[in-house]
């Protein structure tokens, strides 16, 4: 498979949505079946990277969800 990227700033900029410190990972998912097993496999990958390159990637944590009755998930 060969893959075109178009980028408007130059490579590893700090404006894209994905720029930051910190990302969450969750595995609190339920728009469709196959989220949750998509997401057990990146977890193993990021294991994986973390194994190669001897860096630590992610800690693990748990994840208190709150809303208000009027902002329920659908
Ligand atoms: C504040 C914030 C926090 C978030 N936190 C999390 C989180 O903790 N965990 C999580 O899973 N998700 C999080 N998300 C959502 C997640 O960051 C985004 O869904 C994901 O990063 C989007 O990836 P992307 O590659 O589609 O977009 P981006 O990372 O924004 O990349 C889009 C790229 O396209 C380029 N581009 C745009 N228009 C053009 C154009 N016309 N020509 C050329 N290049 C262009 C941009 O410069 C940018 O580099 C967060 C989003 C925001 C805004």
Redesign the pocket.
Same mark, same amino acid.
């Given at each position: 498979m060969q893959v075109l990227g178009?980028?408007?700033?130059s490579i590893a900029?700090d404006? &894209? $949505?994905?720029? &930051?410190l $910190?990302? !969450? !990972?969750r595995l609190a998912y339920h728009e469709h079946g196959s989220y949750v097993p998509l997401l057990r496999s990146a977890f193993q990958l990021w294991r994986e990277l973390e194994a190669e390159t001897g860096q630590v990637c992610g800690a693990p944590t748990r994840l208190l969800w709150r809303c208000t009755k009027s902002k329920t998930m659908a």
């Open positions: 178009l980028e408007q700033f900029h404006k &894209g $949505s994905s720029h &930051g $910190s990302r !969450i !990972i």
